[in-house]
């Protein structure tokens, strides 16, 4: 057998303190490395994840703007109506949709023709669990998890995020920027299954920068395209229109 030389002797001791520490790359389930979501940051140590010490993500529920429009958020994906696709296309809707994995399931098709016709693809958590109160290492799993499954299954880098049931702490707001998150959306106005309106605050009409959330509705009266189609037709009556969130809070 051949003699491995002193330097070669030596980097192999090395190699072997290296995995003995834990040094290398974190393993993913076939034993790889987990390549990172781009933008996503964060210190790894021997007890797990940290937060990372840049600025946190603003959270907002309406956009200032001097355009008379409102935006049109859809949160879970649990609602798959063909017809909104159509609607979506037929209107040119600048639509945004959070989308949580294990409510989407199999029906991540449904939301790729949705994006092919111009919905943008958001981040609403792996398991929609309520993150106010949950440890750093878990907030940050949901909302990273999310990322790297958008990114992988559309590739897209989710930039706008909105936690389950409007919830939040400082945690949610580190653990997001640390995933690449650069503004925590809420709602001011929820559009509610029978297709009425509801408020969280301030005057109960359809103003300028309310951003609309559309939960989805377990048993709906109307469907979530005709839902839409009635809220466009309140819309109109307003005067105002549909404008694209992403637009207004862009990647920083």
């Not at 990372?52 to 907002?60: I, Q, R, Y």
């Not at 609403?124 to 907030?139: E, V």
């Not at 998150?181 to 809420?186: F, G, H, S, W, Y």
């Amino acid at each position: 057998m051949r003699r491995r030389g002193p330097r070669a002797a030596l980097l192999a001791a090395a190699a072997l303190l290296a995995a003995l520490a834990g040094c290398g790359p974190s393993a993913g389930p076939g034993g790889g490395a987990v390549a990172p979501v781009p933008g996503e940051r964060g210190a790894q140590d021997g007890a797990g994840q940290s937060p990372g010490d840049g600025p946190v993500p603003p959270v907002v529920d309406r956009v200032p703007t001097g355009d008379r429009v409102v935006f049109l958020t859809y949160d879970d994906g649990a609602e798959r109506d063909p017809r909104f696709i159509d609607l979506v296309r037929e209107r040119r809707l600048p639509v945004t949709l959070f989308l949580t994995d294990s409510v989407v399931g199999p029906g991540y098709a449904h939301f790729a023709r949705l994006r092919a016709v111009g919905a943008s693809l958001q981040n609403h958590t792996l398991d929609h669990p309520a993150l106010r109160g949950l440890p750093y290492a878990g907030q940050r799993a949901e909302i990273c998890g999310q990322q790297r499954k958008l990114r992988s299954r559309f590739g897209v880098r989710p930039h706008l995020f909105r936690p389950p049931h409007g919830t939040y702490d400082a945690t949610t707001l580190r653990a997001a920027a640390d995933c690449g998150i650069t503004a925590v959306v809420l709602w001011r106005v929820t559009l509610e299954g029978d297709g009425g309106l509801a408020y969280t605050r301030g005057e109960h009409r359809l103003a300028p920068g309310d951003i609309v959330s559309v939960p989805s509705a377990g048993a709906p009266s109307l469907s979530l395209a005709e839902r839409t189609a009635r809220l466009l037709r309140e819309l109109e009556e307003r005067g105002l229109g549909v404008g694209r969130l992403e637009d207004r809070l862009r990647h920083r």
